[in-house]
């Protein structure tokens, strides 16, 4: 279902996890893509992808391609489809369709984890990418093991507190559930951590939005572009992988949603026109004062003649 449209949507792996390289080349959009392995950034005019919202893509540490993916297909460094890389259950139109993470105990393997789009049948699954294989550029060995259903499109992931493994956050449907699965060496455990905060998820139209955990992992927030609690802050433990503690903000539909690299502000952007971004300042204390610490850092609708609309964030 295309839930509007966008000038600028994307998902990447979450970056403060990852050496800065392995953040430095994204494909998006419509054949769009941006490199950020030279100094100012240069547009890609190679892009393959043809979606409306969330891809992900991931390089090694020099910076070079490994690959990327929309939830749906997996294209390597070649931009060729990998083996077995095609029907994978994320969807085109997924705020957060797809999340790359490594494999913490095989540095030349990588998990997909894939979100369905306001859909209460199509469950959160896992594939799995090993670059050993197809001669270096990899194939999908693994493809669309079930995790968990329903959720929404809402899909993040931080390292746990010990530096090696990871959690990957999703949300129930029809609940206020977090679902916090642990990714270790020995694999990912399919049991995972539920916790329950903030306001209930009732409806397929609550379920658009990004999520996104702040880079040292103490601080979870999602948007919500039709629902009626459009943004959330809340406190998360990478120890435990619980959230908890929200705290309600904007009150108008947001979609993209992110932190800045020293935590100490959280940013939230519309969809549809006008376009907005607002700042907090979570250093401001309780909850009332982050509340009021919203700033509009940008506010536009018409320029240079042309409707404005907004989309996901996300740090270059």
């Known amino acids: 279902m295309n839930k509007f449209v966008s000038t600028f949507l994307l998902l990447l ?7 800065q390289n392995q953040n430095n080349i994204w494909y998006f959009g419509t054949n769009a893509g941006i490199s950020f392995n030279s100094t100012p950034p240069v547009a890609l005019n190679d892009g393959v992808v043809y979606t409306a919202e969330g891809v992900s893509s991931i390089c090694d540490k020099n910076g070079d391609l490994l690959f990327f993916t929309d939830g749906i297909s997996v294209w390597n460094k070649h931009l060729q489809v990998m083996p077995n890389g095609t029907d994978l259950l994320g969807h085109s139109s997924s705020s957060q369709s797809a999340l790359i993470i490594p494999h ?26 090993d670059m050993t294989a197809d001669g270096g550029t990899g194939d999908v060995i693994s493809k669309n093991n079930q995790l968990y259903r329903p959720v929404t499109e809402r899909l993040t992931g931080t390292l746990q507190s010990n ?32 916790s329950y905060a ?3 998820i009732t409806s397929t139209s609550d379920v658009l939005g990004y999520m996104k955990i702040s880079p040292n992992g103490s601080k979870l927030s999602y948007a919500s572009l039709y629902g009626s609690n459009p943004a959330q802050l809340f406190d998360f433990d990478n120890t435990t992988g619980i959230v908890s503690n929200n705290i309600p903000l904007v009150n108008y539909a947001g979609y993209g949603v992110e932190f800045s690299p020293d935590n100490s502000k959280l940013y939230f952007a519309t969809a ?9 300042d979570l250093n401001a204390g309780a909850a009332a004062a982050i509340r009021n610490s919203a700033t509009e850092i940008v506010n536009k609708y018409i320029i240079d003649n042309t409707v404005h609309y907004g989309g996901a964030l996300q740090l270059g």
């Open 13 to 19: 792996f979450f970056k403060s996890e990852f050496s």
């Open 104 to 129: 913490p105990g095989n540095c030349y393997q990588y998990y997909i984890f894939t979100s369905p789009s306001q859909d209460s049948i199509t469950p959160m699954c896992y594939s799995l990418v």
């Open 163 to 194: 530096g090696t493994d990871y959690w990957v956050v999703a949300q129930k449907l029809n609940s206020n559930g977090f679902l916090s699965f642990s990714v270790t060496a020995t694999g990912i455990n399919t049991t995972p951590v539920i």
């Open 198 to 200: 903030g306001p209930p």
């Open 272 to 280: 549809n026109a006008p376009f907005i971004i607002t700042q907090y």
